[in-house]
Nanobody, 127 residues
Framework: QVQLVESGGGLVQAGGSLRLACADS????????MGWFRQSPGKERESVAA????????YYAESVKGRFTVSRDNAKSTVYLQMNSLKPEDTATYYC????????????????????WGQGTQVTVSS
């Protein structure tokens, strides 16, 4: 089964960087599409970035384009989210998600497309 564990969150100053990682303990990581989402209190869960099984397809929310980079290392069963030029508005709990069956629409990524979720890691950006 798929088990996702996020790491790498923390407290950073605005303009700083963090790299989040999501490790999949399952045995089918290389066939799964992976996504990153975030949620703040009182706000709807929103997509941040996504990457398909091969790494050939990527999605970024408009608010993070040019600042965040999603990548994956299938040999390590890990997906990453490199976050640069962080802003206070990026403060949220960040969740890793996995989808089976190559079903993600990379023109518009939504949380309902994904099958499995990690527990989340907190990112706090101070001004």
């Amino acid at each position: 089964q798929v088990q996702l564990v996020e790491s790498g969150g923390g407290l950073v100053q605005a303009g700083g960087s963090l790299r989040l990682a999501c490790a999949d303990s399952g045995r089918t990581f290389s066939t799964n599409d992976m996504g990153w989402f975030r949620q703040s209190p009182g706000k709807e869960r929103e997509s941040v970035a996504a990457i398909n099984w091969s790494g050939g397809r990527r999605y970024y929310a408009e608010s993070v384009k040019g600042r965040f980079t999603v990548s994956r290392d299938n040999a390590k069963s890990t997906v990453y989210l490199q976050m640069n030029s962080l802003k206070p508005e990026d403060t949220a709990t960040y969740y890793c998600a996995a989808a089976e069956d190559d079903k993600i629409d990379y023109a518009r990524v939504t949380w309902r497309m994904y099958d499995y979720w990690g527990q989340g890691t907190q990112v706090t950006v101070s001004s």
